[in-house]
């Protein structure tokens, strides 16, 4: 039985003739010849590498190996700059926590001073 017709999950992988764009499903056999790609897969609907949506092929998303659709991408920066305000709020409360280490330092001196 032939596979079910679906919107490709394409990934650029390396072959031994360069990098060559193909869809990742198991089931499914298909490439981009290279020197099509340009014309023929911005403008596609394809499936999204990472939720399995589709959205429409750019040539902004064929920069990356693995293109996925705008909500993941929201997603990917949304995390990355939670992670990056977690380690931001880490150092700053490292840096408190040693003003208060000086503050206290200070008083146990005028404490033990009397
Ligand atoms: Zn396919
Ligand atoms: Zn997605």
Redesign the pocket.
């Known amino acids: 039985m032939p596979g079910k017709k ?1 919107p ?2 394409y990934e650029h992988v390396e072959t031994p003739i360069g990098f060559v764009w193909r ?1 990742s ?1 198991p089931e ?1 056999a ?1 490439y981009m010849p290279q020197h099509m790609e340009s014309f023929l897969m911005p403008g596609r609907r394809v499936m999204c590498n990472e939720c399995s949506n589709t959205f429409i092929l750019t040539p902004v998303k064929m920069q990356s190996i693995q293109p996925i659709c705008d909500a993941c991408e929201t997603e990917r920066l949304m995390r990355r700059r939670e992670r990056e305000l977690v380690s931001q709020t880490k150092s700053d409360s490292i840096k408190s926590d040693e003003a208060n280490t000086e503050i206290l330092e200070a008083l146990l001196k005028e404490i033990g001073e009397r």
Do not use: K, Q, S
């Open positions: 679906h490709h999950r869809c499903l499914c298909h």
